[in-house]
């Protein structure tokens, strides 16, 4: 399973996470919330192996009549305020006949219409996604950019919803944005009390539309993402917990969190190397060139910084993720 520590830094210190109501990212085996107690409930999805190779760290569903999905019971988020929603999806196959569920909440435990935001893949390899209203039940914001979507390979989306405008970005590029309909008559979309992924039922007892992949790290946010944001995500999210081309990074960086100051072993150290410390919300902080073991970080906000080490040709040769922490 992943390290708890490096997946808290990977989550939480962006500017926008103070806006992040829930994640699902698997690592410890469950479909529990891991910033708050909206946690789900899985029923036959298996653990497998994540995009950065750590084993029992995201659940695989096997597609259809394999009756495997994940639930929660919980609105989550306000989806008929602004809100936005970032998750990583994998392929094994498409459903030929039909549209294969990645996250939604159109329906509720019972398989009652209820609105919400649906959200999958269609027979023809393209995402698609829907919102609906109820009352009377009508589908009030739509998109599908299109794209195919490669079967054996991991796939990014973000969802940002501001008020009318409805955002999709696949692997942090925005492809797609729609309005949604009679916003200023007062339409909006509904928000349900039960959320699924990898699959939907039609009663509590039938699962339908299974997905044939893996799903990971789930989020929801009761904002609207910017467009930097999902970036700075998809970024981060990204990187392996150790990035490193030469074998450095074992015995590379202490402490880490740091306070004050950054010692770089002295068998890491070549003089006439560069660093730089890169804000994850975005900007280089602090840069120079690598001319001692120490790099203070007094002057540096807390936050949670990635410092490169590049050579005299300026290539990156190895990547850190360090956390500045107040003393």
Known sequence: MKNHYSTLLALL????????VAIYNFDDGTANDFIGNRDGVNIGATLNTDRHGNPNSVFEYYGLNDNQITYVEDPIIDVSEDFSITFWFYLNSVNPNNFMYLVTSRKD??????????MGVKSDSTFELLCRKVAPLDVIGYLNPGLKLNRCEWHFLG?????DTISLYLNSEKVGESLIANYSAGSRITTSPFWTFGGNFSNFSTIYRELDG????????????SEKEIRDIYTFASLSTDVDKIGLLTNFAN??????FLLIK??????G???DLVHMTGGTQLSGILNSTRIPLSELPTGLYLLQIRDKKHKVIARQKIQKVAR
């Open 13 to 20: 210190f962006f500017s926008s996470m103070q806006a992040q």
């Open 109 to 118: 435990r019972f398989g009652s219409e209820v609105g919400g935001v649906d």
């Open 159 to 163: 969802l940002s919803v501001h008020q």
């Open 214 to 225: 893996k799903l990971d790290d789930i989020r929801f946010f009761d904002n609207a993402l």
């Open 255 to 260: 402490p880490n969190p740091a306070t004050d």
């Open 266 to 271: 002295d068998d890491v150290l070549e003089h």
């Open 273 to 275: 190397q560069y660093f």
